[in-house]
């Protein structure tokens, strides 16, 4: 239970960790840093020998996933127009429970290949993590030069962190406390799922993950109608 919720806690964490870091560094020196982290965690992960060192492992990939998690939506207002952050958005959102549903599609399979370690597995999706690091290090561009040089980083250093301020509005925190209640629903299902029908159910770990997978699989569709939804009604404003 501390190995799987160990991720959720450092997520909920560093995630206020992450704003700022994006806010110094620009986001996608930010997004940079957060998923060489995860890709870290992963890595290290396939050589530990006991639970303190994988408890460790897991605290650096839940620190990575926390940094990770603002930097997207600033490089999309970066990036695109505002009449296409609905849609951008939904694409993103779409594609993080299109790579659930694969992991889960995946991981029994490549459990059963690499003769039943788990070790094996963890380093494999960090050699799968390190890529994508590569690709955003090498490929990952600001939009915009003055951002790329930190001069917007150095303007918010200068006046003081923005966090504060917003942590106090009163929709964001409405905002915050919805997806608080609904992720603890999800990352609830999504842990003890597979345990439970492998438990209780006496399923394979294939019928287990396959059973587990509906949910992100769901929220592929759930994502892409709600991003169609508010760009079609134009609630791209929705804090004016």
Not at 8 to 19: D, H, P, Y
């Amino acid at each position: 239970g501390l190995i799987i919720s160990i991720i959720a806690l450092c997520i909920g964490i560093f995630s206020l960790l992450g704003a700022v870091v994006s806010e110094r560094l620009g986001a996608l020196r930010a997004l940079i840093v957060g998923i060489w982290l995860m890709a870290l965690g992963q890595i290290l992960s396939g050589y530990v020998h006991n639970f303190p060192e994988l408890l460790g492992c897991r605290i650096i990939e839940g620190i990575g996933y926390g940094i990770v998690i603002a930097p997207p939506a600033a490089l999309t207002m970066q990036w695109f127009g505002e009449a296409e952050w609905p849609y951008i958005n939904m694409v993103n959102f779409a594609f993080g429970y299109v790579g659930m549903t694969a992991v889960f599609r995946a991981t029994p399979p490549l459990f059963a290949a690499t003769g039943h370690s788990w070790k094996a597995v963890l380093f494999y999706y960090g050699v799968g993590s390190v890529a994508v690091a590569m690709l955003w290090t090498i490929f990952g561009r600001e939009r915009n030069a003055e951002l790329a040089e930190g001069g917007p980083a150095t303007v918010s250093a200068a006046q003081g962190s923005a966090l504060g301020e917003v942590a106090r509005l009163r929709n964001i925190l409405l905002v915050a406390a919805g997806l608080f209640g609904g992720m603890w629903v999800f990352q609830l299902y999504m842990a003890f799922l597979p345990a439970f029908f492998r438990s209780y159910r006496d399923m394979t770990l294939s019928q287990a993950s396959l059973m587990t997978q509906v949910l992100p699989f769901s929220g592929m569709f759930a994502a892409i109608g709600g991003g169609i939804g508010t760009g079609m009604t134009g609630l791209r404003k929705p804090f004016t």
